[in-house]
């Protein structure tokens, strides 16, 4: 089975940097995810690692190791609309490739 | 651009009533995927399916079932609708190796 854990609530600032960390257990990993999540929203892909490093797409990056079983997203020059929630996911390739979401991260901006 | 399109966005049903959500998407993804989503306990797997005719349980199977007779079309079926079956649920597809689509979501309220 797969565990995802990441922190339930976070709190930053405008303009500043936040990093939301996600740990995972799996048993056939095949690729870690991150989404984002608006109020009433369907959730919308922010990024994608299935090999450790970072990845870099504008504001936002995202890290993974393997070994580690870790990732984390950090986004940069906060803004208001950043305001949502975060979810990570992982891919399983022992289960036929299913995924499983974290219960996410509820990310509030304040000026 | 990529299509995950479920039936409904809004449904109001009674207790005991037969209540089927379809999901279509138009990718030629082998994985599909059923959620629901409450306040607290984020996203939870309830069915998903990685071929035609074929399908998984999830974390949550009880009281719901799937069907795919074609690839395109995963379908949720709620065999007696209850009150604790009131959720979000979200439609979601993917390829072996792409990042996961969600469709808009059915905001389901058993009454």
């Known amino acids: 089975g797969q565990n995802i854990d990441q922190p339930t609530e976070m709190t930053a600032t405008e303009g500043a940097i936040v990093q939301i960390n996600c740990t995972y257990q799996t048993s056939g990993f095949n690729g870690l995810f991150w989404y984002q999540q608006h109020a009433g929203e369907a959730p919308t892909f922010l990024s994608y690692?299935?090999?450790?490093g970072l990845e870099e797409k504008g504001r936002f990056s995202s890290f993974l190791s393997r070994s580690k079983g870790y990732s984390y997203l950090l986004l940069k020059e906060l803004q208001m609309k950043d305001s949502a929630s975060y979810l990570c996911?992982?891919?399983?390739?022992?289960?036929?490739?299913?995924?499983?979401f974290g219960a996410g991260t509820r990310l509030t901006v304040k000026p | 651009d990529v299509k995950v399109t479920q039936s409904s966005r809004y449904l109001v049903k009674r207790t005991g009533e037969k209540v089927f959500l379809e999901c279509v998407q138009d990718m030629d993804h082998e994985n599909m995927f059923w959620y629901r989503q409450d306040p607290g306990l984020g996203l939870r797997l309830i069915y998903f399916?990685?071929?035609?005719?074929?399908?998984e349980k999830g974390d949550i199977p009880e009281g719901y079932s799937v069907s795919r007779e074609k690839k395109e079309r995963f379908s949720l079926i709620l065999e007696s609708a209850s009150t604790n079956q009131t959720s979000m649920y979200l439609c979601v597809t993917s390829g072996s190796d792409t990042e996961a689509f969600f469709g808009q979501g059915t905001r389901l309220t058993v009454v």
């Open positions: 996911a992982v891919r399983d390739r022992r289960g036929n490739n299913d995924m499983r």
């Open positions: 399916s990685y071929d035609v005719k074929m399908k």
């Open positions: 690692n299935v090999l450790d």
